[in-house]
C-alpha cells in the first residue's frame, strides 16, 4: 500500500510540468494485476483531491489520474467512484473550487455519465 500511495503522490505532484501518462499507467497496472484494490488507490486520490485549501495543480494531476483509472481499470474503479461518498465529495470539490479545477470536475463529469450511460451495477 505504501509504494501506491507513493506512486500517487509521485503522479500527482505539483512539481510536474503535465500530466504523467507512464505513471498514470503504473497504477492502472497495478489494480488491473491484482497487486491492489480499486478502492485503495482511490482512497489515495480522495486524499490527494478533497484536501481543503489543495493546489489546484495537485487537484488537477489528480483529476487526470481518476480520469485515466476509470477508463482503465473498469467497475473496481468506477463503482468506488459512483458511490454515493464519493460523489458527495466531488460536489463539495466542485462547488467550492474555482476554474479550471471547476470546469475539469465537471467535463469528466459530462464525459463519464455519456461513456457509461445505460450501466448498472447488474450489468457490470
Given at each position: 500500500?505504501?509504494s501506491v500511495k507513493a506512486l500517487v503522490k509521485?503522479?500527482?505532484?505539483?512539481?510536474?510540468?503535465?500530466?504523467?501518462?507512464?505513471?498514470?499507467?503504473?497504477?492502472?497496472?497495478?489494480?488491473?494485476?491484482?497487486?491492489?484494490?480499486?478502492?485503495?488507490?482511490?482512497?489515495?486520490?480522495?486524499?490527494?483531491?478533497?484536501?481543503?485549501?489543495?493546489?489546484?495543480?495537485?487537484?488537477?494531476?489528480?483529476?487526470?489520474?481518476?480520469?485515466?483509472?476509470?477508463?482503465?481499470c473498469g467497475g473496481t474503479v468506477q463503482s468506488?467512484?459512483?458511490?454515493?461518498?464519493?460523489?458527495?465529495?466531488?460536489?463539495?470539490?466542485?462547488?467550492?473550487?474555482?476554474?479550471?479545477?471547476?470546469?475539469?470536475?465537471?467535463?469528466?463529469?459530462?464525459?463519464?455519465?455519456?461513456?457509461?450511460?445505460?450501466?448498472?451495477?447488474?450489468?457490470r
Amino acid at each position: 500500500m505504501a509504494s501506491v500511495k507513493a506512486l500517487v503522490k509521485q503522479a500527482t505532484t505539483k512539481t510536474l510540468l503535465e500530466a504523467n501518462d507512464s505513471l498514470n499507467t503504473q497504477v492502472s497496472q497495478k489494480i488491473n494485476n491484482g497487486q491492489v484494490s480499486g478502492e485503495a488507490v482511490v482512497q489515495q486520490i480522495q486524499s490527494r483531491m478533497f484536501k481543503r485549501q489543495q493546489n489546484p495543480v495537485i487537484v488537477l494531476y489528480t483529476l487526470d489520474l481518476l480520469d485515466h483509472l476509470m477508463l482503465e481499470c473498469g467497475g473496481t474503479v468506477q463503482s468506488v467512484v459512483a458511490s454515493r461518498s464519493f460523489m458527495r465529495d466531488f460536489r463539495k470539490l466542485v462547488t467550492r473550487s474555482k476554474d479550471p479545477v471547476k470546469s475539469k470536475c465537471l467535463r469528466l463529469l459530462w464525459e463519464w455519465a455519456v461513456d457509461f450511460k445505460g450501466y448498472t451495477r447488474a450489468s457490470r
